[in-house]
């Protein structure tokens, strides 16, 4: 199913990392498996959604998806480059083409450095010039004031500091960027302006977007294609309108089921 | 019928300064009828859930108001006495089950040693009780949880745990605060499920602290809508998801994602709406500032 035009394709992915709690003196931690044959192509330009309960493998993908982690089976290519074992020096120049947003913005972003500083500081390793224009342009962006450069983080609202953090990953001009649980610790209407101000990047930057949330609510909004894991295997993966019309895994009505709606009618509760 | 909990005119302040965190909150709570606190971080949810335990941060005190529980003035009563009537009515479900359980201590002492410093019943009768209650949240195993480390139960069955806990010694009023926002949403159902079961069987009063206006909708039968520790809308359920009074309210309706309907865009609460808010809450303390 190989698509025409795709940045990422993966097949049979396995990830396993070691059981630390069980890991004996000396000599080396048995390995838990964690990710099962996973097959998935992500089209340029596009947004997967990665949905699942905890514990279900969403956050391991995307991470083996940046190779933060290196797979023990199965191969990951990029823009058609195997990228499955590759080292630290060879993945370099590919790691500034995938960025990465973080769940929380408090612990990501350094709180004894200004904005300004936090946001130059991937442009800088990266060995670019004009790094005060790029600021100010990834500032732009996220539709906050340049201003803002000079500011602490605990200056700003948790929907700010998120856009600070959508702001540092687009910088470098990134092809695809992982955004993990980016809305979980907000308050629903910041929450609604980061996903706005996240879509509309994705269309006018033409981003390609892994998106990995527990709340289908959001990937609704969002994403072209949604995975559903279920304890590291796929559940389900279907086009957004598919899964949400026509879900065909029970583990995937079952999450649908379980969300409750703004509505005292809903069936089923 | 005069309310179990009635809760008028509430405000406190920070110690030393003179901004109010809580401003002339009021509202009541029937036997059996579960009231929704609803609102953003900061909006003062969790503090009324506090202030009516009697477990408020010391730094924050009560300036004005009345709390009556069960017809007992709170605020009149000596603290010794306040503390007894509380601990024998009134119970919490809080939100991290993972913090609020002792990590060195197994299950049962956890629940069981509130009924001895309380109620005064014996560790044999206790334990009946407690094995009674594992089994009531549909724990299958309670001889085995009780004498497990919070570590190794799951985070829905730690929750069970503490709901169990809190309605162990039979109390007319729980304050729910979040207790599902840490867990999965298919375990969520199931606890919020739970939660209504008990509090109907057993007609508690409940106060249900959340933030999600989805969970609201399946648990309260009344809502107060919280903004600045003011409450800007008090609402039946049905009234409120048939279109809310408030347009801060409004606002915050918008902003709930719902997967059924994806075309809806998303509304971020508009400036004009927090400028309007916010004008009614510092026009409240200048009301209040004349008055006092």
Not at chain 1, 11 to 34: H, T, W, Y
Not at chain 1, 182 to 196: C, E, K, R, T, Y
Not at chain 2, 66 to 93: F, Q, S, V, Y
């Amino acid at each position: 199913m190989a698509l025409d035009d795709s940045l990422f394709s993966v097949s049979a992915l396995e990830v396993a990392l070691p059981d630390m709690a069980a890991k004996p003196v000396f000599g080396r931690a048995p390995m838990i498996p964690i990710l099962k044959q996973i097959d998935l192509e992500i089209g340029r330009g596009s947004v997967l959604g990665i949905v699942g309960g905890s514990g279900s493998g969403k956050s391991t993908l995307g991470r083996a998806l940046l190779r933060l982690i290196e797979p023990v089976g199965g191969s990951i290519r990029f823009d058609g480059q195997d990228i499955t074992h590759l080292g630290e020096d060879s993945l370099r120049p590919i790691r500034r083409r995938m960025q990465m947003i973080f769940q929380d913005p408090m612990s990501s972003l350094n709180p004894r450095r200004r904005i300004g500083a936090i946001i130059a500081d991937p442009i800088l390793m990266h060995g670019f010039d004009r790094i005060d224009a790029r600021v100010d342009e990834a500032l732009d962006h996220v539709g906050l004031p340049r201003t803002f450069r000079s500011r602490y983080p605990h200056e700003l609202s948790g929907g700010q500091r998120q856009r600070v953090g959508i702001a540092r990953a687009i910088a470098l001009k990134p092809e695809f960027i992982l955004a993990d649980e980016i809305v979980s610790g907000l308050d629903v209407s910041s929450q609604a302006q980061v996903l706005n101000v996240l879509g509309n990047l994705v269309k006018e930057l033409g981003l390609t977007l892994a998106f990995i949330s527990h709340d289908l609510s959001v990937i609704r909004r969002l994403c072209d294609r949604v995975m559903v894991l279920n304890r590291g295997e796929i559940a389900e993966y279907a086009t957004a309108d598919e899964l949400f019309r026509t879900p065909q895994s029970a583990y995937t009505r079952e999450l649908l089921d379980a969300i409750p709606l703004p509505d005292p009618n809903q069936a089923n509760w | 019928m005069s309310a179990f909990l009635s809760v008028s005119n509430l405000s406190a302040s920070i110690r030393g300064n003179q901004q109010r965190v809580l401003r002339s909150v009021s509202f009541s709570i029937d036997t059996g009828e579960v009231l929704g606190l609803v609102g953003e971080s900061g909006a003062g949810k969790s503090m009324i859930g506090k202030a009516v335990l009697g477990i408020l941060p010391v730094a924050i005190d009560i300036t004005e108001g009345e709390i009556l529980l069960d017809g007992h003035d709170l605020l009149a009563m000596r603290p010794k006495d306040r503390r007894r009537l509380i601990g024998a009515t009134a119970a919490l479900i809080p939100q991290d089950p993972l913090t609020a359980l002792n990590p060195s201590r197994r299950i049962e002492p956890q629940i069981t040693n509130r009924l001895g410093d309380i109620l005064g019943w014996t560790k044999a009768t206790a334990r009946v009780r407690a094995m009674e209650l594992l089994d009531e949240v549909s724990i299958d195993n309670p001889e085995r949880v009780m004498a497990s480390y919070p570590h190794e139960l799951s985070g829905g069955m730690r929750q069970r745990v503490l709901i169990a806990s809190a309605f162990a010694a039979n109390p007319k009023l729980v304050v729910a605060d979040e207790p599902t926002t840490a867990l999965d949403v298919t375990v969520q159902k199931q606890i919020l499920r739970l939660i209504r079961e008990l509090q109907a069987r057993h007609a508690t009063a409940m106060v249900f602290v959340t933030h999600d206006l989805g969970v609201v909708s399946k648990i309260c039968q009344r809502l107060s809508v919280l903004y600045g520790g003011m409450v800007v809308e008090n609402s039946t359920v049905a009234e409120f998801f048939n279109g809310p009074k408030h347009a801060y309210s409004r606002a915050l309706l918008a902003a709930t994602p719902k997967y059924t309907d994806p075309d809806a865009s998303l509304l971020p609460v508009d400036e004009s709406v927090i400028e309007q808010v916010a004008g009614e809450v510092l026009a409240a303390d200048r009301g209040w500032r004349h008055g006092a």
